[in-house]
């Protein structure tokens, strides 16, 4: 299946902000077929939204490397994707997320998928709840692998903090207890607002140039 990327503008040197989501989804840019590696359905519904593209996903059982670092999990992540793929001739993706306490020096980073299986979104908060620095990092990595195998990987973060209960009911995973500073929501109850300038928007948004570059 083919796939149409739409995008606005990168950022400007200077520090000029970029458009919103939504106009990001306003120019088309080109048509290009993208293999998401991912099972996941609502990262493939924010991955399509934010994007503005049609995304063939694969569903494959990769390895999860063990490290803090979501960008470091990701571009391994799509190196072994590409090999199991038989080396595609078109860009693989592959997206690794977490949230970042500061008063967890890093964790749960990577791990936090773990975190919320084991424990839950209740579990993090009362493990927090001693802590006094309530400061966290949402960070994305989206890591693509392009046809001959070069694997690039781009960051977007949005520093924020973390709630003193889940609130909100869109979303997912850790969405109901992270507020943006740029908000005094959390990203359940911001809803579709939250593409407009999240952590995962922020990756895709710097990987738009390698993601139309095959």
Request: aromatic residues 6%; charged residues 25%; proline residues 5%.
């Amino acid at each position: 299946m083919g796939c149409r990327l739409h995008a606005g503008h990168a950022t400007r040197a200077g520090g000029a902000k970029e458009p919103s989501t939504r106009s990001f989804a306003t120019r088309k840019l080109c048509s290009v077929k993208i293999l998401f590696v991912t099972s996941n359905q609502d990262k493939l519904r924010e991955a399509r939204e934010i994007l503005g593209a049609e995304i063939e996903t694969v569903d494959l059982d990769l390895p999860e490397p063990q490290a803090l670092s979501v960008a470091e999990v990701a571009a391994e992540k799509a190196r072994t994707a590409y090999r199991a793929l038989g080396e595609p001739s078109h860009p693989v993706l592959v997206e690794d997320s977490g949230i970042v306490f500061d008063a967890w020096n890093g964790l749960p980073g990577a791990l936090t998928k773990w975190f919320l299986r084991s424990v839950g979104n209740e579990g993090l908060l009362e493990m927090l709840a001693a802590a006094e620095v309530r400061s966290a990092r949402a960070v994305c990595a989206v890591a693509v692998a392009d046809p001959g195998g070069k694997v690039r990987a781009f960051v977007g973060e949005v520093q924020g903090e973390v709630a003193d209960t889940p609130r909100g009911t869109s979303g997912f995973g850790w969405d109901p207890i992270f507020i943006p500073e740029w908000s005094s929501e959390t990203y359940a109850e911001l809803g579709p607002r939250k593409h407009e300038d999240s952590h995962r928007a922020r990756a895709f948004k710097a990987a738009r140039t390698a993601l139309h570059a095959g």
